[in-house]
């Protein structure tokens, strides 16, 4: 696995990794973290400039708004069962 580059964010870590004909959009917020993996057959150029373009402001606030459902989720599961 290669590392691309880190995308600055203020709200999110963003990792870009190539591997395997993939590019990996590894974004994370404190303990929690989600992993999109873009084929380089899927883009039109197949670099590393066109997967920052799906960092738009749109997908970026989903994922942020995800990372709260994520965290509501582990809280809930271990309210469930006791174990916080």
Excluded: C, S
Excluded at 21 to 43: I, P
Aim: glycine share 4%.
């Amino acid at each position: 696995m290669r590392h691309v580059a880190d995308i600055p964010h203020p709200a999110v870590k963003i990792t870009l990794l190539a591997w395997n004909g993939k590019f990996l959009l590894k974004l994370e917020q404190g303990n929690l973290e989600q992993t999109y993996k873009v084929a380089e057959l899927d883009l039109l150029t197949g670099t590393d400039a066109e997967v920052r373009e799906l960092l738009d402001e749109e997908f970026l606030a989903a994922a942020i708004d995800r990372f709260q459902l994520m965290r509501a989720d582990l809280q809930a599961a271990f309210d469930r069962h006791e174990l916080r």
